[in-house]
């Protein structure tokens, strides 16, 4: 089981600066909401290669890694044009979440195989 900090209080803090937070606060994971410099609520996201490269390396240098990411986009929208910038930001937003290894961090622990009551 992960038990992840979303640092959402900590909002004043910069992305890079998130990571030593969340490991001063004994947690070894994130749960990462929307943020105004990140995945911005109902916005395409705002990350570039060398913000990844820097907040992985925050991760990293913290020993945190990141449970989940919790992008919001109006993919339901009664409007046409809102639902295809949505999926074309979730795209986008899954295509991060690869770039920042979310949850096939190294602490992840194998998954269970129900069909052969073993672990993989």
């Not at 410099?37 to 109902?42: G, K, P």
Request: glycine share 4%; charged share 30%.
């Amino acid at each position: 089981m992960k038990i992840a900090l979303d640092p959402f209080m900590h909002r004043h803090l910069s992305l890079e600066a998130l990571p030593a937070k969340v490991a001063e606060l004994g947690y070894e994971w994130i749960e990462l909401s929307p943020r105004g410099d990140f995945l911005e609520w109902f916005k395409a996201p705002r990350v570039f290669p060398d913000r990844i490269r820097s907040f992985k390396k925050a991760l990293n240098d913290a020993h945190v890694g990141i449970a989940s990411l919790l992008p919001m986009y109006r993919w339901a929208s009664n409007d046409e044009d809102e639902r295809q910038a949505a999926v074309k930001h979730w795209k986008r937003a899954i295509e991060i979440a690869v770039e920042l290894e979310v949850c096939a961090c190294r602490h992840c622990q194998p998954a269970a195989d129900v069909s052969l009551g073993q672990q993989r």
